[in-house]
């Protein structure tokens, strides 16, 4: 009970020494008086409108002076206008309102009464565990009505004391609203160094001096407003604002920071000794930044001046909590310890490489990270990122772009050399047990770098039962009938790599669905995980950068088993883009499909004039995604076709006929005496390659299932740009394929006859083979591109090449060597031609 009362007390005394701040007072003499009409007001433009933005600062004096004047148009303005509230640091800021009023129908209602002012402390940081300590001043208006107009006035005097008297900040001349007009005056001691810098065309100011002040006044009409576009990146901004310091330089920031960076270097030593130890150096230092990442909780109180000033590591280490500033001390302090060279680098997480159009201000950066040098290496690490992994060859530090080293002597912004980029790959495993049943599907998923860190720390911040139902639901969409996750969890954690392996059991139940015409039912095979990784927001006509995020890339394999051999297309598909790659392939080859997909994310960001051509190539891609399994009953069930049996007869009565014609009319002379050589020598070689080509025709005619119906009718309805052609060039093969293996058998007959005439049709036989080779290539190439474009031209090549070699080799073979002359010398009239009887004859 008496500490609930102690805690009270202490929350009062506060609360009463912040309404202390605020006071009442009339306008400083050092402001000019500014004021406003009531005009150009459009209504179309929101529920509220700026008519005034009045700023003034005193640097010598310490005092921002702010007037407001607003127009509220309809109830939504009134809804987020009625409150009028004041942000400062009880610690060093104080509050004098001069003026709080309604205007209606030009009559003045004056609202200034501190005692209907309240002071609660939003800590707006909060989410990021960020205390700041400020406190916000509020009254919340009475009888506010559309049209009105809400005017105040208020100067908050007081600078941080850690600044030390040096003066830096943006004021804009531009916002994404309508102001009617913007009055920005700055004074300072004319002795003082002072610099501003405009951007986005913003106007120069008036200069005048006097009395030992510089005035620099801007006055302006801001009815021009912007808005920014989709997917901005966060380091641009539009509109036009001036920036202002007294800050000569980079190096006058390190002089300013040095002495906030400064620590008992005998504290370090006990809390050294705290740690475990490892056995070298490079171990050690590992093991310091996990210390600090991992056990340190992230948390800051940045009230006054401990927005810049971090805490000892001694506390830090005591109190096992800190902000960025705290932890990286720390480190910094642990490595120094063991003879390290280490230092805080302070840096912008959002400006990144645009930190270099900013003027110099200790203002300028809003993180601080470690930077140390090991071996001849430097090395950069945030120490507030936990559940990080990795040796000191695989640390991953974000894209920062540069930082400030607080090093003695330095004068520029050092760059942080980016890690090499995040990468995802899953491996997916789908066995489905029958046609129209089930299926088991196993998902092994490899993530690396800052993947690998956002995994581990999900990992281990949620319970292993509300992960399995955010991985179910996740495929749900895709599977509706999936049943909750058999296994979900990471399987390998390299601490040296940087890597994690997650590994996940599913059953799917009923993996196929109905078609919409039918019998029909599908499955579909799609790359659910990598869909979000390409989800961008359409965007034309951009004048600014489209941000992407940051380069990654993403890897693919699905393996689906099916219940039996499965027929499909392979094919290859490639999207290659400046600022993208993708590719996707599929395989089938038995009862086993593998289907592919590669994604790489080039750069950050792309420029606006190019970002349709990069949104069109995302299209391409997500058009190629599906890979759909057809399964018609009704066309699987085998029918004969009666083309085929036709075909076939045709090619076979034909060749017949021909070998028939040959067999009896053509009996060329034997070109040598007649030694009756029996068959033997390097012949044999084509004698067994032409007992086998009718076994391999038959298999490659039966396997192809010419003499399927359904085949014919899927041909017919290929998505092709000419189906008759298909059919045509698919009966032709069919022909041609019956026309070799009938002509093979025929040539086989004069083989073992020893025919005079094989040498010559032989030969015929092999030039016909490479002529079919070529002319099937062409064929698919010229008159089948669709069919050409899926196929492996690889494969053809292969096939033209062995017809080739096989025609070089055989034909010259059998036209010149003297061991065919002596063997094939017998005619339709089965004998042998003596030499003599040849020789008596011709004399």
Not at 161 to 179: F, L, N, R
Not at 429 to 438: A, Q
Not at 463 to 483: A, G, N, V, W
Request: charged share 20%; glycine share 4%; net charge negative.
């Amino acid at each position: 009970m008496r500490t609930s009362l102690f805690i009270l007390f202490l929350l009062s005394f506060h609360f009463v020494f912040s309404q202390n701040q605020i006071k009442k007072s009339p306008t400083p003499n050092w402001v000019n008086s500014i004021s406003f009409e009531d005009k150009d007001v459009n209504s179309e433009n929101g529920g509220f409108q700026y008519l005034l933005l009045d700023y003034q600062d005193n640097f010598p004096e310490e005092a921002s002076y702010k007037h407001i004047a607003i127009k509220l148009l309809n109830s939504n303005g009134i809804q987020s206008n009625s409150d009028v509230s004041v942000v400062f640091d009880p610690s060093y800021q104080k509050i004098y309102f001069h003026s709080l009023q309604i205007i209606r129908n030009g009559e003045v209602i004056d609202k200034l009464n501190l005692n209907n002012f309240q002071i609660i402390q939003r800590e707006t940081s909060l989410d990021r565990s960020l205390y700041d300590g400020s406190l916000t001043a509020y009254v919340n208006l009475t009888d506010v009505r559309e049209n009105d107009i809400i005017e105040y006035s208020y100067t908050t005097k007081g600078f941080n004391p850690i600044y030390d008297g040096k003066v830096s900040g943006t004021v804009y001349h531009q916002y994404a609203i309508p102001v009617n007009h913007i009055y920005t005056r700055l004074l300072t001691d004319k002795h003082d160094h002072f610099d501003f810098k405009l951007y986005s065309d913003a106007s120069n100011p008036e200069i005048k001096e006097y009395s030992g002040i510089r005035e620099y006044v801007w006055n302006v009409n801001a009815l021009d407003f912007k808005l920014y576009e989709n997917n901005s990146p966060p380091w641009i901004d539009i509109h036009k604002k001036v920036s202002f310091t007294t800050i000569r330089n980079w190096e006058e920031v390190v002089n300013w920071a040095l002495p906030l960076y400064t620590y008992p270097k005998e504290s370090v030593k006990e809390i050294a000794r705290s740690i475990p130890q490892k056995k070298d150096t490079k171990a050690t230092i590992t093991s310091y930044i996990r210390f600090v990442q991992n056990k340190i909780r992230y948390l800051g109180f940045e009230d006054g001046i401990n927005a810049f000033r971090p805490h000892s590591p001694e506390k830090v280490f005591n109190q096992r909590f800190g902000d960025c500033k705290d932890k990286s001390l720390l480190l910094v302090s642990l490595l120094r310890n063991i003879g390290v060279e280490a230092y805080p680098c302070l840096i912008n997480s959002y400006l990144k490489d645009s930190i270099f159009s900013e003027l110099p201000s200790v203002n300028a950066f809003n993180h601080c990270i470690v930077n140390f040098n090991y071996e001849g290496k430097t090395y950069f690490v945030d120490p507030t990122i936990s559940d990080q992994e990795g040796d000191l060859d695989n640390l991953s530090v974000p894209d920062y772009g540069y930082g400030l080293l607080i090093k003695s002597n330095e004068t520029t912004l050092k760059a942080i050399a980016p890690t090499p980029n995040p990468s995802v790959k899953v491996k997916e495993i789908i066995t489905l047990d029958s046609i129209n049943g089930n299926a088991t599907f196993w998902v092994t998923t490899t993530y690396t770098g800052s993947k690998a860190d956002a995994t581990r720390s999900y990992f281990n911040s949620s319970s292993r039962e509300s992960i399995k139902q955010d991985y179910t639901e996740f495929y749900r969409y895709l599977y509706p009938r999936i049943e909750t996750a058999n296994i979900v969890d990471i399987i390998e954690d390299d601490s040296i790599k940087n890597t994690v392996v997650v590994r996940e059991s599913y059953t799917i139940n009923k993996i196929w669905e109905d078609g919409t015409s039918g019998n029909t039912i599908y499955c579909d095979i799609y790359p659910i995980v990598l869909e979000p990784y390409i989800e961008y927001t359409k965007a034309t006509n951009r004048k600014i950068p489209y941000y992407l995020g940051d380069p990654f890339t993403y890897e693919q394999t699905t393996e689906i088993n099916m219940p039996e051999t499965w027929n499909g297309d392979n094919m290859e598909i490639s999207v290659d883009g400046k600022y993208m790659k993708y590719s996707n392939t599929t395989n089938c080859k038995g009862s086993k499909i593998t289907v592919t997909h590669d994604y790489a994310l080039l750069q950050s960001t792309v420029p606006g004039d190019s970002i349709e051509t990069f949104l069109n190539h995302i299209e391409e891609i997500k058009n190629e995604l599906h890979y759909y399994l057809t399964y018609d009953p009704d066309r699987a069930k085998f029918k004969v076709s009666w083309i085929s049996v036709l075909l076939v007869l045709l090619s076979v009565g034909l060749t017949t006929s021909l070998s028939v014609f040959l067999y009896n009319r053509y009996n060329p002379a034997p070109q040598e005496p007649d030694t009756n050589k029996a068959i033997g020598g390097w012949m044999v070689l084509p004698l067994i390659g032409l007992c086998l080509t009718p076994f391999l025709l038959l298999f490659q005619i039966f396997s192809q299932d010419f003499f399927n119906h359904n085949i014919w009718v899927g041909v017919y309805n290929a998505e092709t740009e000419l189906p008759s052609t298909f059919l045509f060039v698919l009966g032709g093969e069919l022909i041609y394929n019956v026309f070799q293996l009938t002509f093979s058998i025929f040539l086989m007959v004069l083989f073992f006859k020893k025919r005079t005439s094989l040498p010559h049709l032989i030969s015929i036989f092999y030039i016909i083979i490479l002529v079919g080779a070529v002319g099937d290539f062409l064929a698919l190439k010229f008159l089948l591109p669709d069919l050409y474009a899926q196929s492996d031209p690889e494969e053809s090549f292969k096939l033209i090449l062995r017809a080739f070699v096989g025609a070089v080799i055989w034909v010259p073979y059998f036209q010149i060597s003297e061991r065919v002359k002596e063997t094939f010398t017998k005619t339709s009239k089965n004998k042998t031609r003596e030499l003599s009887t040849v020789q008596n004859q011709t004399i």
